[in-house]
Structure formats: structure tokens, C-alpha cells
């Protein structure tokens, strides 16, 4: 070895490490270059085994070689055989190092033997195990031991995704001889653990001799287990492990209260935590091999939740540890898996049942049946687990110990309650305890009906009864907390229950009292009965809504922040309500506002005040002109927000929704909010990095204002120069295109001629390269925006100039296309050459004369094309456009589109070319065709969401109108066209050349031609 080159990598590895970024970017790029050398490797596996060398370089070197052997230890580039084979012994002489200090490294390391066992293992790495095996039994370093466990799961794990049919017998093989080894193992020392927690020993002593080496075994058991058996309930040593769990972990948790040191109850808790994690992961990957264990499992599960006492203080740091908490979460969401799993439903693969099935129907179903399938047989042991007296017992627990509020969470409340609501609105259902247990509640309802219903109730009359609260002095704090945790289950539970609880009744005589008490700890009952609230909004009869409403309103003013904002929540239910009348609350209208607005004041956080801005939003969609009077008050609220530096880009983006929810209220010119409207819109569309988030927010916002303003002329220039960062958003993204485009059709219809005199050019590129994007969702928008164009500039001649490539484009995707395939999008395609027809049928036939048909030429890499034969002459040409043409008419489902073409392929008939003369029976036969089933085209309203815009002062609106008004589709009668048509076309070419051409159509064709008789 080259002893100059290793120092040089040595000092390399180091530098990498510095802290100057100039210095490590050049370190850093040399050691690219060297990772492309071969034989650089054999240097990295020297340095980390120097331990007289910097930690951190050797750390580096391990990291170095594990992207080596990723990137090219299958492909052979960078390593001979001969290295591969002096590098496999290499390794595992590193990982048999007692006094090794780098335990970062050697787990890099323990991966990198991993991914070359999933190549080299067994075929050139045949005493892989063996090896691994030896130093596990022989070394008397727990490190080393613990090394090569590790070594050997990451060996499992890699082996086991290799997919051919001679490794997965390998590999079962493999399974059943590690785990007849590791279950023996697991079994003595889990023996010897139980011994040593019944003798109340020091186990600190034992912590890497035994449990820590317990926990690296389990690891290996659940991998082989998951990925080396399949039929679980039929293998007697599987089934037998699992039994032994159910059997050794309640004796563990049994004594672990007597553990005093904290690390050492971690890692017990981690021991139990990784053996029960074997029971879900089986049953997640196999559910149908794991019937015949549902039962117990659900057992040993149910005892730990039944057990979990988070209210015995004197075993707080037991009861409250994270991994213990993480304990009881498995097995809340093992029950949870269980009751959801759609393999146990029958009618999993009917196409007509949308939802999962209740199990408690599906066993009741069970019972007529002669023939249990191993499915029924599921259901049957699901809904016999969850009968009357387990649900009890399980729902009440997760109730009083896991839903029910504890100080931590008070002491949250009580410091940063904007985080506290937060928290409550994340949702971690596999690692936090209360979000699982919601969720558990909720399906335990939703699939046992019946006896969730009543046991929810009977806990309501409970804890509302007299003898619970007759007076509410006396309530203890863990009774008012148990009280708050019974009232939330009417809100999880609302769907199951709200044919049941009376709950207006409930409102009346219960929670009016108790939100009228002044005992400060009652704060919770009240925030709670809030939250229910925004539930029940639709229970509460119309008698008692204005007492609700002065109720919300004066906790809005609440001092508690926790308490206020959940009154800000009802109070955006209450308004949200499909029943609500606008008309009722409006003189409660002013104070709502002026309080939420207030609450800006109180909160800091950009949750807070995201959410405050979406409840105006609801306000403003709501009440619509009626917020008129409040205009002043709102836009100061919005300069504030935006004009604040100091906030986060969440609520510039609320700023940016709820200013458009406000323009669509008001519903009028927004001229006077341009101070601010046009540099905050100028901003979030923007392409500067920092902003690209708000961009979605911020085009929307445009496209409200855009639609509302009275014209674009000379006095709005700020508005006209915002369109230069439409050329730049799309050609950057099609993310927004649908939008982007909304935005070009409010510029044509208001600049028109003018605007186009400036952006034309950019705008014609950028329809020409959205053409070349595969077919997308908003495609109709393009068409739409040439079909626009070609409406507003006159003569039709110049729009197609402008439009030259575009039309091009679109053409040769008419007749190279394949109709077959895209033929929705072929009819709009199709549908601008209908618009070139009806506006200026001359101008059609000088596209098709003028254009090149070298430019049909196949692109072998155009995938929109397909594979019809390309046109070599002009008549060629014609013949395919037409052919296709008529072919479309009948896919063509639009009656705007219909009428567009039979206008066009009347005023066709008038045209002197040889073309027309040889398809005048055709022609007059689908005008025929298409005219029989029109009727009167009308204008909807320009926004397609329902939004009515002003006709004194909407611009768009205005000329939209102007326009349709003066379409030939809306001006020109058919019925009399086509015949006016026909005899103009008989006067152009002669009666004799007329006659020979139609002698085909069919007489009752020809009378149909006619117009009907007045």
C-alpha cells in the first residue's frame, strides 16, 4: 500500500470534516474523484481500522465504502473478484474487534456486509453465517456479540427481497435453521431476565450481557418469522413462540415496576415493545394465516390496555415513559388493525360495495350459514372477543386512561395552549397513544353498533346523573377530567350516536350550567363542550340558537386562549352549517368579526392565525355583500398580516385564500384595494425560491381580481405588467396551468386586441409548447384559448398568423394523430379548424396550401402521434383532414362544438375548390345530421363554480357577453343557413358539376335540407 496516497486520503477525510465551507467543498469534491478510482476502497477499510486515526475520518471512511459497495459491488467496475474476496474477510475481521471505539462505524459497516450478502451470500460467501454465528458464540466481548447480531439481521433482511425461485427455498431454509438457533437462545434468556426481575436484582450489570443482546435477537426472530413463513397458525414452532410471548411478556410487565434504574426499564420496555411487534407485523402481512391466533392475541392485548393505570402517582416515571406509552399504543392499534382488516371481509372484492362492512353484521350473517369459510371463521372470532362485556371494559379504559387529559398535557394547556390545540389536530396513530385510541373508538363504534352505543350512553347518564355531580363544588379534579373524557366520546362517536342522545335536551340542562361555572378548573369541561359543539351544531334546535350563538360569541372573549379558539371553531361550524341562515345572525354579525379579529392580538403562532383567516373566509363566503360595511376593518387586518415581516409563510398564504374568498364576497371592482391587492399578488407569483409555495395561493387571488375589475387599459398598467410572469410560470411548470390559463382567457377578453398587441407573440409560444406536453386534465382551456383569440382579432387571417405555429401543431396532430386513442381530445383539436370555418373558410384552405408536407414527417419520439401513413401530396393532405374530420362529428358530444361545425361545413359549401365539389353530398348529409338534434345555445355565467359576477362592473363579464352576443353560433339559424348555403354552392359551381355531386344523398336527405315551413 502506498503509504504517501493513504495519508493524502487520510487528510482528505479529515478536511471533509471542516468546518469551512470553502475548505470542505474542495475536500469533498476530491473525494468524489477518488470514489471513481479503483482500489480506493482497500484504503478506506486500512483507515477505519487504524484506530490511531481521527474518529471522524474513520466514520467518513465507513460511510465511503457502504456507497462504494451500493453503487458498484454488483456491477464488478470498482472491485475485482480478487479484492471482493479480501475485502468479505476484511470485514469480518473489523466487526471482531473488542477494544473497536467507532460504534457509528461499525454498524455502517454491519449494513455494508448486508448488501453484499444479498449478491455474494451463499453462492461466493458460503461460511457468511457460520462465521457470524462463531463470533456470536465464542467472543467474550457483549460489543462484539451484540456487532454480530446486527450483522446477521441486516444478512436476513437483504437475502430475504432477493425474488428468484432459487433463493426464496434459500432463503426458507435459511429462515427455519436461524430461527431453531435464535429461538433457543431467546427462550434461556428471557428465562434468566424473569429470574432476575423475581429476585429483585441489580439488572444494570446484565443490561448489555443479556437484555440488550435479548433485543438484537428479537430483531432477528420478527425478520425471519415475517419474511421466511407464511402459514403462521400451522407451523407448531411459530405458533408455539407466539404463545410463549403471550406467556413470558405479562410476567416481565408484571415486575417491571420494581425496576429503579431508568435506562435499564427502557430497555426492558424495548424488549417487550420489539417481541409484541412480531404479533402486529404477523398479522398485518398475513391475516389469513393468523385466524386461528386472533383470540388469544386479542387477549394478551386487551390485558395490557385493562391494566394501563396512568393515574398511580406513586409509579409515575413507569406509567408515563415514552416507550412504555409506546407499549400500549401496539396494542391499541392492534385491535384497531384487526377490526378494520379488510382481508376478514367477505365482500372485499365486490366492485359494488364501496364500504368496509361492519363485523358485527358480517358474523351476525355468519349464523345461518352451513359452511364457514376461513374468513367467517375471522369474523365470527372478532365479533365473539368483542362481545358486551369487553367492549365495556375496553371502552371504558380507553376513556379513563388513555382519552382522559393528564398534567402533561395541562401543563402544555397552561404555558403554550396554541401549540396544545395543534397537537390535539396531528394525528400519529402508530406512535401516539391518544390519537390511537380516537381512532380505535371510533371503529369499535362503527363496527359493534349496538352495545357501543348503549355503553356510551350509559357512561353519559353516568356522569351527568346526580349522583356523579350533584353539586359541582365537590367534583374532584380526575372526576371533571373523567367527565371531559366521557364528553368527548359523543363527539367520536357522533355518527353512531346521533339518532340516539338527545343531545339538544343533554345542551340544555348539562352543559348550559356547567359553561356558566365559574370554577376555574371547569375550563376544560367548557373547551370540550365547545368542541361538541362544532359536532351537534346541526341537533341544536332553532329556540335555543340564538342563546348559542351569545354564548360562543362571549367565549371568543374568553381570557383562556385554549378555551377562545375553540370557540373560533364553533363558531366556523356553526356558520358552515348547511342550515345556516345568514339572515338570523345577522345582527351578530359586526360583533363575530371585530372578535376574531381581536383574536389576532392574542395569538403568535401561524397555525393560530391561519386558522382565524379561514373562519373569515367562511364568514365571507357566507354573507357575501353583507360584510360590505366591514371593509375598512378587513383590509387593515390583511395590511397588518402581510405587511408583518415577521410572519411565516403559512399565513401569507391564508392571506392570500382569505383575500379571495373576500373579493368574491364583495363581488364588486377591486380597484380600491390595489395598494395592496397588486404587490402582494406581484409577489406570490413570483420566481423566487422563497416564494414558490405561496404561488397556487397568490394565482388564485389574481384570477378573483381579474375577473371583477371594470377594464385593462392605459390607468391600469401595474395590471397589465403582472402578465409578465405568466410566460415565466409556465414555462417553469404545468403544475398551475389549468389556472394560468383561466388568468390568459380574463386577459383576452379584457385587453384584447391591445393586449395581444404586447403579450402576443409569448402568449402564441407558450400555447405552442404546452402542445407538445403530453395530453393533460386542463387541455380544454388551451383549445379555448385559440378559440378565443380567433374570436377577438379580425380578420380571422391575422389571428391565424399570430396563431401560425399553434394551428400547425394542432394539424399535424390531426392527421398523424390516432383518433382511436385520444379521441376526446382529437374532437377539440378539431373544434379550432370548425372556429377557422365558421369565421373565414378561405383561411382554412390557405393553411393547408401553405404548409409544408415535409412538416407531417414522423417523430419516432413523439409519442402523441400515431401511426397513420403521411400525407405526400396535397390532395393526400385534404383527403386525411377530411376523413378524419367527419369521422369526429359523431364523438363530438358538445352542442356548442355541433353547432360550430355545421355552420363551418356550410360555409364550406360556398368554397370553389375541388376539394369542397368532391364532398358536397357528404357535407350537406352531416350538417343535416348534426342540425337535427341542436337547440338554442345561452350563455352561462362566466365563472364555472356557480359565482354570478356583476353585470354593471365585471369586465369579463361584459365582453363575454359582447362577444357570445355576436358569434355566429349564437346569431346564425341553421335551419335556414344550410339551405341558403346549398344554393350559393349551386350557383358557384354550376348547376351541372352541383347535381352530379349530391346525386348520391339520399332524397329525404335533400327535404331535410330545407327549411322547416313557418
Known amino acids: 500500500m502506498d503509504q504517501l496516497e493513504y495519508s493524502r486520503i487520510v487528510e482528505i477525510l479529515t478536511t471533509c470534516l471542516n468546518c469551512n465551507n470553502d475548505v470542505r467543498k474542495a475536500a469533498e469534491d476530491q473525494l468524489v474523484h477518488l470514489k471513481k478510482q479503483q482500489g480506493f476502497s482497500k484504503y478506506l477499510l486500512e483507515i477505519f481500522g487504524d484506530q490511531n486515526i481521527f474518529y471522524g475520518a474513520r466514520h467518513l471512511a465507513a460511510i465511503s465504502f457502504k456507497s462504494l459497495v451500493i453503487a458498484h459491488w454488483k456491477k464488478g467496475s470498482l472491485f475485482t473478484e480478487e479484492e471482493k474476496n479480501i475485502y468479505r474477510d476484511k470485514l469480518l475481521v473489523l466487526l471482531n474487534n473488542p477494544n473497536e471505539t467507532c460504534t457509528e462505524g461499525i454498524e455502517i459497516l454491519a449494513v455494508s456486509i448486508g448488501k453484499i450478502a444479498r ?224 382481508s376478514y371481509q367477505s365482500s372485499y372484492d365486490d366492485p359494488d360495495q364501496d364500504e368496509i362492512e361492519r363485523i358485527g353484521t358480517l358474523a351476525e350473517k355468519n349464523q345461518n350459514k352451513e359452511h364457514l369459510t376461513p374468513i367467517n371463521l375471522a369474523q365470527n372470532s372478532i365479533k365473539g372477543f368483542f362481545n358486551h362485556d369487553n367492549l365495556s371494559s375496553i371502552l371504558k379504559a380507553l376513556v379513563s386512561n388513555c382519552l382522559i387529559i393528564n398534567s402533561e398535557e395541562m401543563e402544555r394547556w397552561e404555558s403554550e395552549p396554541e401549540e396544545y390545540i395543534q397537537e390535539l389536530q396531528v394525528e400519529d396513530v402508530y406512535f401516539e397513544l391518544k390519537p390511537a385510541s380516537y381512532n380505535l373508538f371510533i371503529l369499535l363504534m362503527r363496527h359493534f353498533h349496538e352495545d357501543c352505543v348503549d355503553i356510551v350512553i350509559k357512561m353519559l347518564e353516568y356522569i351527568t346523573s346526580p349522583s356523579f355531580d350533584s353539586r359541582q363544588v365537590q367534583l374532584n379534579t380526575e372526576q371533571i377530567c373523567l367527565k371531559e373524557a366521557c364528553y368527548m366520546t359523543i363527539g367520536l362517536g357522533y355518527y353512531d350516536l346521533i339518532e340516539k342522545v338527545n343531545f339538544s335536551d343533554i345542551f340544555l340542562k348539562v352543559f348550559v350550567p356547567e359553561l356558566q361555572s365559574t370554577d376555574p378548573r371547569f375550563k376544560i369541561i367548557k373547551r370540550r363542550i365547545l368542541w361538541l359543539v362544532c359536532y351537534w351544531i346541526g341537533k341544536i334546535p332553532d329556540q335555543l340558537k340564538d342563546d348559542l350563538v351569545r354564548l360562543l360569541l362571549g367565549f371568543l372573549k374568553d381570557s383562556d386562549m385554549v378555551v377562545a379558539l375553540t370557540a373560533m371553531d364553533a363558531v366556523k361550524s356553526y356558520i358552515d352549517d348547511l342550515e345556516f341562515d345568514y339572515v338570523a345572525y345577522q345582527p351578530y354579525l359586526q360583533d363575530t368579526l371585530q372578535l376574531i379579529i381581536g383574536l389576532f ?149 379584457l385587453g384584447q386586441i391591445d393586449f395581444l398587441r404586447f403579450y402576443g407573440s409569448k402568449v402564441s409560444y407558450t400555447i405552442e409548447s404546452v402542445l407538445d406536453e403530453s395530453f393533460h386534465d386542463w387541455y380544454e382551456r388551451v383549445i379555448k384559448s385559440i378559440d378565443r383569440i380567433l374570436q377577438i382579432v379580425q380578420p380571422t387571417t391575422d389571428a391565424i398568423i399570430m396563431l401560425e405555429a399553434c394551428i400547425n401543431k394542432i394539424l399535424k396532430m390531426v392527421i398523424c394523430g390516432n383518433e382511436e386513442d385520444n379521441s376526446i381530445v382529437m374532437v377539440d383539436y378539431l373544434s379550432v379548424f370548425s372556429r377557422i370555418l365558421t369565421m373565414d373558410p378561405t383561411a382554412f384552405f390557405k393553411i393547408l396550401d401553405h404548409i409544408p408536407l415535409q412538416y407531417f414527417k414522423q417523430d419516432s419520439e413523439d409519442d402523441s402521434l400515431g401511426s397513420k401513413p403521411i400525407p405526400t401530396t396535397r390532395k393526400e393532405l385534404y383527403s386525411t383532414f377530411f376523413d378524419t374530420y367527419f369521422e369526429m362529428i359523431d364523438r363530438t358530444g358538445s352542442l356548442e362544438q355541433r353547432k360550430l361545425i355545421g355552420i363551418g361545413l356550410s360555409n364550406l359549401l360556398t368554397v370553389p375548390r375541388e376539394e369542397v365539389l368532391e364532398l358536397l353530398g357528404t357535407i350537406i348529409s352531416m350538417v343535416v345530421g348534426v342540425r337535427g338534434d341542436l337547440v338554442d345555445v345561452t350563455q352561462d355565467s362566466y365563472c364555472n363554480d356557480g359565482t354570478v359576477l356583476s353585470q354593471e362592473t365585471s369586465g369579463v363579464q361584459i365582453q363575454a357577453d359582447k362577444i357570445f352576443n355576436n358569434d355566429p353560433i349564437n346569431k346564425i339559424n341553421l335551419s335556414t343557413y344550410l339551405y341558403q348555403k346549398i344554393q350559393e354552392s349551386s350557383n358557384v359551381f354550376g348547376i351541372q358539376n352541383f347535381e352530379n355531386a349530391i346525386k348520391n344523398v339520399h332524397p329525404s336527405v335533400l327535404e331535410l335540407a330545407k327549411p322547416p315551413p313557418q
Open 601 to 749: 392580538n392574542r395569538t403568535y403562532s401561524a397555525t393560530a392565525k391561519s386558522n382565524l383567516l379561514a373562519a373569515l373566509g367562511i364568514i365571507f363566503i357566507k354573507f357575501n355583500e353583507n360584510i360590505k360595511p366591514f371593509t375598512p376593518l378587513i383590509y387593515k387586518l390583511f395590511e397588518s398580516l402581510w405587511n408583518n415581516g415577521e410572519e411565516e409563510a403559512m399565513v401569507k398564504s391564508a392571506v392570500l385564500r382569505s383575500f379571495s374568498f373576500f373579493l368574491q364576497a364583495l363581488n364588486n371592482d377591486p380597484t380600491l384595494f390595489f395598494p395592496l391587492l397588486l404587490p402582494i399578488i406581484n409577489f406570490s407569483i413570483s420566481d423566487k425560491d422563497s416564494v414558490l409555495y405561496l404561488r397556487e395561493d397568490g394565482l388564485e387571488l389574481w384570477f378573483q381580481t381579474m375577473v371583477r375589475v371594470p377594464s385593462l387599459n392605459s390607468s391600469n398598467t401595474a395590471l397589465l405588467e403582472l402578465f409578465n410572469h405568466w410566460p415565466t410560470i409556465m414555462s417553469e411548470t404545468l403544475e398551475f396551468g389549468e389556472q394560468c390559463f383561466k388568468i390568459l382567457d380574463t386577459y383576452l377578453l
Open 119 to 342: 449478491n455474494d451470500y451463499p453462492s461466493q460467501w458460503p461460511n457468511l453465517m457460520n462465521v457470524l454465528l462463531e463470533i456470536f458464540e465464542k467472543s467474550t466481548s457483549d460489543r462484539v456479540k451484540i456487532t454480530s447480531l446486527r450483522v446477521i439481521k441486516f444478512v436476513i433482511k437483504e437475502v430475504a427481497s432477493k425474488r428468484w425461485f432459487g433463493d426464496r427455498d434459500f432463503f426458507t431454509q435459511l429462515s427455519k435453521n436461524t430461527f431453531g438457533y435464535f429461538i433457543n437462545v431467546w427462550k434461556d434468556g428471557t428465562k434468566k431476565l424473569i429470574e432476575l426481575l423475581i429476585s429483585s436484582q441489580d439488572l444494570g450489570q446484565y443490561k448489555t450481557s443479556l437484555i440488550m443482546l435479548l433485543n438484537s435477537i428479537t430483531k432477528i426472530l420478527r425478520r425471519v418469522v415475517e419474511y421466511g413463513y407464511t402459514d403462521y397458525q400451522s407451523s407448531e414452532e411459530i405458533c408455539k413462540y407466539y404463545f410463549d410471548i403471550f406467556s413470558i411478556v405479562p410476567e416481565i410487565m408484571k415486575y417491571r415496576l420494581t425496576i429503579k434504574d431508568s435506562s435499564v426499564l427502557e430497555l426492558i420496555d424495548k424488549f417487550v415493545f420489539l417481541n409484541q411487534k412480531i404479533l402486529l407485523r404477523s398479522q398485518h402481512v398475513q391475516p389469513l394465516s393468523f385466524i386461528k391466533l386472533l383470540t388469544p392475541t386479542l387477549q394478551f392485548f386487551s390485558n395490557q390496555i385493562l391494566l394501563f393505570n396512568p393515574h398511580d402517582t406513586s409509579k409515575k416515571e413507569w406509567n408515563s415513559s415514552k416507550q412504555f406509552l409506546l407499549v400500549i399504543t401496539q396494542g391499541i392499534n392492534f385491535m384497531r388493525e384487526v377490526v378494520n382488516c379488510s
